[in-house]
């Protein structure tokens, strides 16, 4: 068991009380963490305010190195870096390279990002121009199912738009982001990027800091709730990326041997412990039964397990309470007598928060595991008969965060993704999130982007000056 440091203001420092870390595989202790509140808050908040009034002058050049630097550090020791991840979260080793990767690949791409001056008007009279100045500190909060990939989305934006952060991984998956913590701490000037760790209680003092400009949060729709309201008492700037219900819509000339794996892996990577995962696929009664038993039968092919076990395809809840939420799902669909093509049969008592693939049959449309998001193993496959049909039980859901329509006639995917309330929607792929376009949900799923010149811009705020030229002055 390792004792992992928190970064502030460029040293890795502890204040010698811990916070242990599981393995949700083993439920042994893998690490320790410093449990920290008010005192370290405000030190590592001092810290980015020191260090801000350096980094906004900045050039963005210069930013761009550094963040640069952070994606190489990500790099040159991934092969630790996913081995550790998987140990505190779970995922199979392969996912957990992917999350690794593609942090180092998102820190790259962001990098090159720059906000130009606008010119709004440029005659005789006068001359405008719209420039974007860095907001100030950044206060981070990130969740537990992507850790590294929530946190360098959060600092590197921070980083090139000319901010600081103060960021919080989640109580539950520290570990690995503060290992890079320590990889960059000579990479950032110090104070630049400040990583601390406690208690779910170390939030809202996060959330409410006087000296915190602006919160950027990924994480559950009733936390992203409490920050909207603990921002407000002296009106951060927020961004908030939380909660989906996706619904996948499958059309009845989509090919049903070609889409089954594919669907599959759309609910079940990460154990379905993804904001974009399909959480409900609407199945065309055309192909419904083939398309659901070729689904199911794929499905017996995946092996859970150990994440760091050669073979493994979908690896444990992440944490206790997460799977005792998704076993109450399940539950629930067993006490109502809905259909189970997989799934649905283990009992829990073993070590291990493991979850067996679980798909259910056509359940209604008001079955809760349909209606709430289940964040784990468990999908539920859906008969629709008209495409009408099948946009209004899509839209049918306090969220708005993504979906996917699963068609040969993409002009037909794209007019039914127009009448999805969604912030993206794929056509035949899932999950594909790119650097330069926004990433953000409508309804109780977000507010606000993240990616993209949108994400950047969340960091920063408009200033206009305006040069009168015909003054007399
Ligand atoms: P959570 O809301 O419980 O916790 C997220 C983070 O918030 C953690 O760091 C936690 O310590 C902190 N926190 C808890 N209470 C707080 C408070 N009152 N004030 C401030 N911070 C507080 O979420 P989770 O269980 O870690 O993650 C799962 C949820 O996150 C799911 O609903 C999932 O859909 C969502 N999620 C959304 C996205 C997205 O981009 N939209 C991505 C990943 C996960």
């Not at 990130?142 to 959060?154: S, T």
Request: proline residues 5%; negative net charge; charged residues 25%.
């Amino acid at each position: 068991m390792t004792d992992y440091k928190n970064l502030i203001d460029g040293k890795m420092v502890d204040n010698g009380q811990w916070l242990e870390v599981l393995n949700p595989a083993t439920e042994q202790v893998v690490g320790r963490v410093p449990s920290c509140g008010k005192e370290e808050l405000d030190s590592a908040v001092a810290a980015a305010r020191r260090a801000f009034t350096q980094w906004k002058k900045t050039t963005a050049e210069e930013r761009q190195q550094v963040v640069q630097g952070i994606s190489a550090a990500i790099k040159e020791n991934a092969d630790e870096l996913y081995r550790l991840l998987t140990s505190e979260q779970g995922k199979p080793h392969a996912q957990a390279q992917q999350e690794i990767y593609g942090a180092a690949g998102l820190a790259a791409a962001q990098s090159t990002l720059t906000l130009d001056d606008v010119i709004n008007q440029d005659d005789d009279t006068r001359l405008s121009r719209t420039r974007r100045v860095p907001v100030g500190v950044v206060g981070g909060i990130v969740p537990w199912n992507f850790p590294i990939m929530m946190a360098i989305q959060k600092i590197v934006p921070a980083l090139v738009a000319g901010c600081t952060i103060v960021l919080k991984p989640s109580p539950f998956t520290p570990l690995t982001t503060l290992r890079v913590a320590e990889l960059i701490k000579d990479v950032v000037p110090a104070g630049t990027v400040n990583i601390i760790t406690g208690e779910d209680t170390l939030g809202p003092l996060i959330t409410e800091h006087p000296d915190i400009d602006k919160i950027t949060f990924t994480g559950s729709t009733a936390t992203g709730k409490k920050i909207m309201e603990g921002a407000s008492g002296d009106l951060k700037r927020i961004t908030l990326e939380l909660g989906g219900n996706d619904a996948s819509i499958v059309l009845p000339d989509a090919d049903v041997q070609k889409v089954a794996e594919q669907l599959f892996w759309s609910s079940f990577s990460n154990a379905g412990q993804v904001c974009i995962a399909a959480k409900r696929i609407y199945i065309h009664e055309d192909i419904y039964d083939d398309l659901s038993k070729a689904i199911a039968d794929y499905a017996k092919t995946v092996v859970v397990g150990d994440g760091s076990q050669q073979g493994t395809g979908v690896g444990p809840i992440q944490n206790k309470k997460q799977y005792e939420r998704v076993l109450d799902l399940i539950q629930d669909a067993k006490d109502n007598g809905y259909k189970f093509l997989t799934g649905g049969d283990k009992d829990p008592s073993g070590t291990g928060y493991y979850v067996p693939i679980t798909i259910l049959d056509n359940p209604p449309e008001d079955a809760r595991i349909v209606a709430e998001e289940q964040f784990g193993p468990v999908m539920p496959l859906m008969k629709f008969a008209s495409v009408d049909e099948v946009i209004e039980r899509a839209n049918n859901s306090e969220y708005g965060l993504a979906g996917a329509v699963w068609t040969k006639d993409t002009d037909k995917g794209v007019e039914i993704a127009e009448q999805l309330e969604t912030g993206t929607v794929w056509i035949n792929e899932f999950m594909q999130l790119s650097p330069f376009a926004p990433f953000g949900g409508h309804k109780q799923s977000g507010f606000g982007a993240e990616y993209g010149i949108d994400g950047l811009k969340e960091f920063t705020y408009p200033q206009v000056i305006t040069v009168k030229r015909d003054a007399a002055v």
